[in-house]
């Protein structure tokens, strides 16, 4: 790995740091907070206004949606959009130095955008290449920066201070982006959420009819998660628990015969 990119690494890192004290500063924690949740005050009423949003809009337009477009075409239409994020995704894992990642990334963009009718179809994953699902708030936290406290934005829902940062690299990198027709563009954005949601129907219908927390359970799931993926599901363990109740004292051995 050549020094510059090692350099430009490290400038990436310092603007993240930076950025995320910044933010923090700008928030007031709340008084024996969650470490991980410093705003949860702030986090749940956001939380409860995306699921007012959602339910008035996102999920009715997204169950028509599933309803009314039968299977294949909801199946071409994410592999579509699949296809356009294993282009982001070959990036970021270039940036992370994936070789292997980066390989198979770069041939199913290649091999779904010819083969595949423009990504409609996916041969590559027939061909045993797998998708290595990768942004750019997984690179910064490959080259070590902190996720930084549990953020939860409006309309777009749970991230942290290192996504958020993140989040308008991985927006300018993405393909639709680069769409200099303004209606196509913002037409393929709206049916990349719908689609995207209704993917997530049936996961929110149980959440919705269980009896917990939806608040805490989203949270928890969202931080392991990204956690697996930044350590490509082999997070370190030699982190300190805070979910964990203290060993009780062994008791004294008996006094041997």
Not at 122 to 133: C, G, I, K, N, S
Request: charged share 20%.
């Amino acid at each position: 790995m050549n020094v510059s990119f090692l350099n430009g690494i490290r400038r990436l890192q310092a603007l993240a740091g930076a950025m995320l004290l910044a933010m923090t500063a700008g928030c007031a924690s709340a008084p024996g907070a969650d470490p991980r949740d410093p705003w949860e005050p702030y986090n749940r009423s956001m939380f409860q206004f995306n699921d007012k949003v959602d339910k008035a809009v996102l999920k009715p337009v997204a169950t028509a949606y599933r309803d009314v477009l039968p299977q294949p075409v909801r199946t071409g239409v994410s592999n579509f959009f699949g296809n356009l994020g294993d282009a982001w995704s070959f990036v970021n894992n270039v940036l992370q130095a994936k070789p292997e990642a980066a390989l198979h990334s770069f041939w199913r963009v290649v091999i779904n955008t010819t083969m595949g009718l423009g990504g409609v179809l996916d041969p590559a994953t027939e061909m045993r290449l797998q998708r290595h699902r990768e942004d750019f708030g997984q690179t910064l936290g490959r080259w070590g920066v902190p996720s930084g406290p549990y953020f939860v934005l409006p309309i777009l829902g749970p991230s942290t201070l290192r996504d958020t940062v993140a989040l308008p690299v991985d927006m300018y990198g993405r393909p639709v982006g680069h769409i200099s027709d303004v209606p196509v563009r913002n037409s393929l954005t709206g049916v990349d959420i719908v689609q995207t949601r209704a993917g997530l129907l049936a996961t929110t219908d149980l959440l919705e009819s269980a009896s917990l927390d939806r608040y805490s359970f989203q949270r928890d799931a969202f931080l392991q998660k990204r956690r697996n993926d930044v350590h490509d599901g082999s997070p370190p363990t030699d982190e300190e628990r805070y979910d964990l109740e203290p060993p009780a004292d062994a008791p004294a051995s008996a006094p041997a015969r």
